[in-house]
């Protein structure tokens, strides 16, 4: 057993896994305030990562402000989604809704190969080059600065759910609908504000993704990890996404550096169903207790 | 109700075809059905056969999904499980069509029992993602096991039954259509029986129906157990049909295909398992032909895949937010609107 590698391998995964946590987190804001399985979470990280590749590399906009537009864009479709597909849908068995979502993967696939082609393509680069060493471990670059930038918004999302006045209603929303209500949040603008900002933040993680791996119209497989993570973790545990997050990027990095690279999907979905058997709620999750 | 069908025993209101107008419909539809191979174009044939394949596993997942409420995004992994037991049997073994056919159901109900373990535990959405770990799983058996071929699969010779080799639509049509015809007549009898209520029962409320004395672990496992036979033979006459299997011949996205067709075609609804299906395979079909006769050469050719996308996307948003009891339902309406027609409208 060579140490050195193991810790190597390990560092690689954790890090990637900061970008599992990344897009876990906009995948949980939009369960825990609207109770919706999103599907589609990879393909929104997708359409971001394409609206930034359309103005920082076709249009050749700076970095900071296609980032900008992605951002934007991403969240305008999330408000849209919100607005046409979701909300007529409320009330409506979770099943309608979580297939609305597939329907949804569907449609955003089909759209990124009719403008931008299913060609796989390179982001511009925009992360440092050089190589980072934490101790004697290679650690890659761009893996590296993505995992610290993944970090960084996840702190500030945090932040933001706990002091801004949108964050606190998200969460009342969240652990009490009907009381929400008589406190005069306006919960259908809940409802949007948690799509809008589960697109922006999709969007930066499918910057970061795109820039490590290059974006492709396939790119949506990245959200059935995402999928694990957060049933890992449980669905409506922010906490449990972080962790989640880290720990399935570890799997996947020890499955992929020690059995092959066709094993990383497997070791990961194997796990999801141990999971399932031991905990079905997850690590953190709620435990629904059910009556008639 | 149909108008002026009075049922004057129990028998009569349990009966599966409950009035002459429904029994001529029927007789007719059979009377197309066996008129068709002699008019119809190969190209058609194929698609019949396609269809009918098709709608077999359909109505399987609708046993599961519609029926019993636990949604299955396995469909396709099931299909696979079929597929390889025929072709290794036919290949390796060299059994009889038919037990091969079998077989494969035997096998799929197996792997379709494993699968449904979780079931006592989990349900709803976190079942439907379990599911999506076991047709990973399948996927990468059936790639890195020697005994399935690896990535490049395994082409079996054509079947034969009675002596004449099954290598024609024409031919196979006779074998796939009878079969499906089978397992869907199998499957509206299922909901006249304890066992097919019981899992109705499920659906509505499944802690009611444990209150009730209907195990529910049993039912779940009987009902993942049937819906996956049901895609395993599927997957058979695929395997005969194709004569390729590959890894790649059953992926994720065609089992979001099979939840597709019995959403649009309506859930919990034999019918409407056999409408959706049949729409959602022929809607593909349809819009290469529109794309055959637009303008514009092989520029327009390389959109078709992703045309076909957004609107295979757009049919499960649109039946969902529009139309959620599919087009089961749409038939209904038009069948009552014939029924009382010119005196109302």
Redesign the interface.
């Known amino acids: 057993m060579d140490w050195a590698y193991l810790f190597e391998i390990s560092l690689t995964g954790v890090a990637g896994g900061g970008l599992y946590a990344l897009a876990a987190l906009a995948f949980v804001l939009v369960y825990k305030a609207t109770r919706v399985v999103n599907i589609a979470i990879g393909e929104m990280l997708m359409i971001g990562a394409y609206i930034f590749f359309s103005f920082a590399a076709t249009f050749a906009l700076p970095i900071w402000l296609a980032a900008l537009a992605a951002v934007l864009g991403t969240g305008a479709l999330g408000a849209v989604i919100e607005r046409t597909m979701i909300r007529p849908l409320l009330g409506q068995p979770p099943i309608s809704v979580f297939m609305v979502t597939v329907g949804l993967a569907s449609i955003l696939i089909g759209l990124v190969e009719i403008i931008w082609t299913a060609d796989q393509r390179r982001l511009p680069e925009f992360l440092p080059n050089t190589p980072v060493m934490i101790g004697d471990a290679f650690l890659a670059p761009k893996v590296a600065y993505g995992s610290l930038l993944a970090l960084a918004l996840i702190a500030l999302v945090l932040l933001l759910f706990r002091f801004w006045r949108g964050g606190v209603a998200l969460r009342a929303t969240a652990s009490d609908q009907g009381a929400a209500y008589m406190m005069g949040i306006n919960v259908p603008r809940v409802f949007s504000l948690a799509w809008v900002a589960s697109g922006m933040i999709a969007a930066v993680a499918g910057i970061v993704v795109g820039a490590i791996g290059g974006i492709s119209s396939s790119m949506g497989v990245f959200g059935l990890s995402v999928l694990v993570v957060v049933i890992v973790g449980g669905l409506d545990s922010v906490l449990g996404a972080l962790v989640g997050g880290l720990f399935i990027g570890l799997i996947e990095a020890l499955a992929g550096a020690f059995l092959g690279a066709e094993y990383k999907l497997l070791a990961t979905f194997v796990m999801l169903v141990v999971v399932l058997m031991i905990r079905p709620y997850g690590l953190s999750g709620t435990h629904e207790i059910e009556r008639l | 109700m149909r108008i002026g069908t009075l049922k004057e025993s129990y028998t009569a209101d349990a009966a599966l075809f409950d009035s002459t107008t429904q029994k001529t419909w029927l007789c007719a539809g059979a009377a197309l059905l066996v008129l068709l191979p002699f008019v119809a174009s190969d190209y058609w044939l194929y698609l019949a056969c396609l269809v009918a394949i098709n709608v077999a596993s359909a109505t399987g997942l609708n046993i599961l999904t519609g029926y019993t409420g636990l949604?299955s995004l396995g469909q396709a992994a099931f299909m696979g499980l079929g597929a390889y037991t025929v072709a290794i049997l036919q290949m390796r073994v060299g059994t009889p069509f038919l037990v091969n056919i079998f077989a494969g159901g035997a096998v799929a109900m197996l792997g379709g029992v494993i699968v449904g373990i979780?079931s006592l535990?989990?349900k709803?959405?976190?079942l439907?993602?379990?599911t999506?770990?076991a047709s990973?799983?399948t996927h990468?058996l059936f790639?890195?096991s020697k005994f399935t071929g690896g990535t490049t699969g395994l082409s079996l010779p054509p079947a034969t039954l009675f002596g004449l080799p099954l290598d024609t639509s024409f031919r196979l049509y006779w074998v796939i259509v009878p079969i499906m015809l089978l397992m869907v007549l199998g499957a509206a009898n299922l909901f006249r029986t304890r066992v097919g209520r019981a899992f109705i029962a499920i659906r509505d409320?499944d802690?009611?129906a444990e209150?009730l004395g209907i195990p529910l672990l049993r039912y779940k496992l009987l009902s993942f157990g049937l819906s996956s036979f049901y895609a395993g033979v599927a997957g058979g006459l695929w395997a005969y049909f194709f004569r390729v299997v590959t890894p790649e011949s059953f992926p994720l996205l065609m089992s979001?295909f099979f939840?597709?067709a019995i959403?649009v075609g309506g859930m919990g609804s034999i019918l409407g398992g056999i409408l959706g299906a049949v729409f959602m395979t022929l809607v593909p079909e349809l819009l290469k032909l529109v794309f055959d006769i637009l303008p514009g050469g092989t520029e327009m050719t390389?959109?078709l895949?992703?045309?076909?996308?957004?609107?295979?996307?757009?049919?499960?948003?649109g039946f969902?937010?529009f139309e959620?009891h599919g087009l089961a339902e749409v038939w209904r309406r038009v069948r009552r609107f014939f029924h009382l027609w010119p005196f109302r409208n």
């Not at chain 2, 895949?305 to 948003?317: A, E, Q, T, W």
């Open positions: 949604v979780p535990r989990v709803g959405l976190y439907a993602i379990a999506i770990a990973f799983i990468f790639a890195n409320r802690i009611s209150v979001i939840l597709a959403i390389v959109l895949s992703p045309v076909r996308m957004v609107v295979f996307g757009m049919l499960i948003v969902l937010v959620p």
